[in-house]
């Protein structure tokens, strides 16, 4: 779909000014061929979308059907002046930026070994991709019980006289680490499609050029990696914006360690309150897509599959 | 082929029953396959979905019911999660889609409020009424109760106690703050001093915080569930978890335990006190039989000298779904199942405390339960929590003030707490 405004000077370009009939009714074809799984997108991602946009403008508590009523933005005043949702939201914040920090450097450590081992390279692969592998809810109960005294080796051998998860800091500590251990592997996996994309000539080019290990890399692997590090900086960003599963196991948000997916989840799940509830879904929305632009725009990151010419 | 194995279901002996069933089963789902059409599995029009917590030995009291109806109804146990919240959240997302798959419902005490005023369940009247009403216990009847009128039959109630070890005090504490000074002694003395407390951010925390307001003659919410009360008991209440908090006889997980958490504390015979349910005490007998001898059960610690305390009723009742399409044969099945009879087998079997008074007296329930005086006594001077369409919502807000309890600033957070129940009761603000 998104292709039609780029198609259009490629037309142009062969030579003929205008479209033929043959390429008209090709594209006419196109479109049919793809308004079915078009119309199920629009179904199901757009509907449940504009019917959130739809709610969040209601005062809507399934306790209270009797006294559902239009709002306006008073939803959005009530979430945006209370202290719990700024507090999940720097939550947030700070769980994505640690993370997706320190998982790039992990990452690109793990994914230059990756690259160049020789012996075992497919075990290496294999091995540091288990993590990633493992269901989040499940590795979150490892960690949870790892970190509670008496029944946790970790609890027992760092912290023998607390209890890491029942203090805020410590507890944002362990969620971080939770969300690092399980997703370096796939920072890793996209940062070594990258290197991938880094000609060996270059370098060795570089290498007689005089460079040493450490200017090669800044100066030749990562501008060729950029496109692959921008994708992999944002797709985490946006995974790690959403953190829920690890919370809700380690923690339930106790000891104000909500995020905000938890905090939206607690409002329209458990409160049944779907006017604030929607709100906050709404909003979470609109950050993910903030945060997409920033880094299409900004930083220029592609879309994955398309060449350079799709950045603009 | 739908109606035949139904048919086949009422009559036949057990065994031929599950058979035929199961291959009604597969047909059902064959035919929901092939043709795209609302499909009830094996259904016949005189069954009834029960949809129950998971409790061991319920399935037989579920058994004895259809053997007593002869056929006029045939009860179906479905059980829901494990955890509360789970078990809430599946019953409310059903109802709210109007499902008709449902027709008796397990309600935790605290949620009767919320379904009733939801439109979700259906008022017990005239005679469904007096049976629900005759000979049970006034404290988890008023759990079942909003604005006036019984939403729901109480299936089995619960209160805390406090357990002790004799070998380590000869007499139980009286009030809160002895049992503090006591077990500090006893840290001082080298001995097991630990005052095992579910401290964890959830629902627990608000039954703390409740039966301490109530023993100190206060209430946090109005009787109307409208208006937040949160007196001067509050503040005393507050100063209670705060000084068990910061007294250092808990132990350092205290504040993520949850009722099991702490039994397991108990068992390790780390504790002196433990402030939890009655199930501890067959689990304690089976595990550790040695400790279990030295173990004894009082009323919870008051607030205040001389005045007993109000243990905060828990417990469930069973109530019948707005959109079950049998209400008639629901009302007789959840009836049969509270029964006394099947409240006394629950009672041995599965260790829940009944509803009916006269059970207690029985003498096979009192060899199951030497503490059953205790529980009586305080279920009869019970703390209930308020009814309220925002239970959830309230327990939320309580539990994240009271959580950690060493932090708690008596009366700022008495002056937050008001402020915030008042939000969740008005369903306005935001759940932490």
Same mark, same amino acid.
């Given at each position: ?16 000014? /205008?479209? *033929? ?8 074809? +196109?479109?049919? @061929?793809?308004?079915?799984? &078009? %119309? =199920? ?55 994505? /930026?640690? *993370? ?8 690109? +450590?793990?994914? @230059?070994?990756?690259?160049? &081992? %020789? =012996? ?70 996209? @940062?070594?499609?990258?290197? &991938? %994309? =880094? ?114 | ?432």
């Amino acid at each position: 779909m998104v292709q039609t405004s780029q198609a259009e000077p490629v037309a142009v370009s062969d030579g003929k000014g /205008a479209i *033929s009939e043959g390429k008209k009714a090709e594209r006419k074809l +196109g479109w049919l @061929l793809c308004a079915p799984a &078009a %119309l =199920v997108m629009i179904a199901v991602t757009g509907w449940p979308i504009l019917y959130a946009l739809w709610l969040s403008f209601q005062r809507f508590d399934l306790k209270y059907p009797d006294q559902r009523e239009f709002v306006g933005l008073d939803n959005y005043l009530t979430v945006l002046g209370n202290g719990y949702w700024w507090s999940a939201f720097w939550v947030t914040v700070l769980v994505t /930026a640690v *993370s997706v920090a320190i998982e790039f450097a992990l990452g690109m +450590g793990l994914a @230059l070994i990756m690259h160049r &081992a %020789l =012996v075992g390279r497919g075990l290496v692969r294999t091995v540091s991709l288990i993590p990633y592998g493992i269901v989040t809810v499940v590795a979150a109960f490892s960690w949870r019980y790892a970190w509670t005294p008496d029944t946790g080796y970790l609890a027992n051998a760092i912290t023998p006289d607390g209890a890491p998860l029942t203090e805020h800091a410590s507890a944002l500590a362990i969620v971080i680490v939770a969300e690092i251990w399980k997703t370096t592997p796939f920072m890793a996996l996209l @940062l070594m499609a990258g290197l &991938a %994309l =880094v000609p060996d000539d270059l370098l060795k080019a570089a290498a007689m050029d005089g460079a040493g290990p450490w200017q090669r890399f800044v100066k030749v692997m990562l501008p060729m990696m950029k496109p692959a590090i921008l994708v992999a900086l944002l797709f985490r960003t946006l995974d790690a914006f959403r953190v829920f599963d690890n919370i809700v196991v380690l923690t339930s948000g106790a000891q104000d360690t909500s995020s905000v997916s938890v905090l939206a989840y607690n409002n329209l799940i458990k409160g049944l309150n779907l006017g604030i509830g929607s709100t906050m879904s709404v909003l979470i929305f609109i950050a993910v897509a903030l945060i997409a632009w920033i880094f299409v725009k900004l930083f220029g990151a592609a879309a994955p599959g398309s060449d350079d010419k799709g950045r603009r | 082929m739908l109606g035949r194995g139904c048919d086949q279901q009422l009559g036949g002996p057990t065994v031929r029953v599950r058979r035929t069933r199961r291959a009604a089963v597969l047909g059902a789902s064959l035919v929901c396959a092939s043709v795209l059409t609302a499909c009830v599995p094996a259904s016949g029009a005189n069954t009834v979905n029960l949809y129950s917590a998971p409790e061991e030995n319920l399935q037989q009291n579920v058994d004895r019911c259809n053997a007593q109806a002869g056929g006029r109804y045939q009860i179906v146990y479905h059980k829901l999660p494990r955890d509360a919240d789970g078990q809430r959240e599946q019953m409310v997302r059903r109802l709210a889609a109007g499902d008709t798959g449902m027709d008796i419902l397990y309600l935790d005490v605290t949620w009767t409020g919320e379904f009733a005023e939801a439109n979700w369940i259906r008022e017990w009247t005239g005679e469904n009424k007096a049976d629900a009403a005759r000979g049970t216990l006034q404290g988890p009847l008023e759990t079942a109760t909003w604005q006036g009128k019984l939403y729901a039959a109480p299936k089995n109630t619960n209160v805390q106690l406090l357990w002790y070890r004799k070998d380590l005090v000869p007499e139980p504490p009286k009030t809160w703050a002895e049992m503090i000074s006591t077990a500090q002694r006893l840290k001082q003395e080298g001995k097991p001093h630990w005052i095992s407390f579910t401290g964890a951010q959830y629902e627990g925390l608000y039954v703390h915080f409740n039966t301490l307001v109530q023993s100190a003659g206060g209430q946090l919410i109005s009787d109307d569930g409208k208006r937040a009360v949160v007196d001067a008991s509050a503040v005393q209440a507050l100063q209670a978890l705060r000084d068990l908090g910061t007294a250092g006889v808990t132990s350092a997980s205290m504040n993520n335990a949850k009722e099991d958490d702490a039994r397991q504390e108990f068992e390790t015979g780390q504790s002196a006190f433990e402030v939890n349910w009655p199930f501890v005490y067959p689990s304690m007998q089976e595990k550790k039989p040695d400790l279990a001898r030295n173990v004894g059960w009082a009323r919870l610690p008051g607030l205040l000298p001389g005045v007993p305390s109000k243990s905060t009723i828990g417990g469930a009742n069973y109530a019948i779904s707005s959109y079950s399409t049998k209400p008639d044969l629901a009302f007789d099945a959840a009836k049969c199942l509270r029964s006394p009879e099947n409240q006394k087998f629950s009672a041995i079997k599965d260790g829940v405390p009944p509803t009916i008074e006269s059970v207690y007296s029985d003498p096979e329930v009192a060899a199951e339960y030497p503490m059953r005086d205790t529980i009586l006594e305080a279920l009869k001077d019970p703390g209930v929590r308020s009814v309220t369409p925002a239970a959830q919502n309230v327990s939320t807000v309580l539990s994240n003030m009271l959580s950690p309890i060493a932090e708690i600033d008596p009366q700022r957070t008495a002056d937050r707490m008001r402020t915030e129940v008042q939000n969740a009761l008005d369903s306005k603000g935001v759940m932490p």
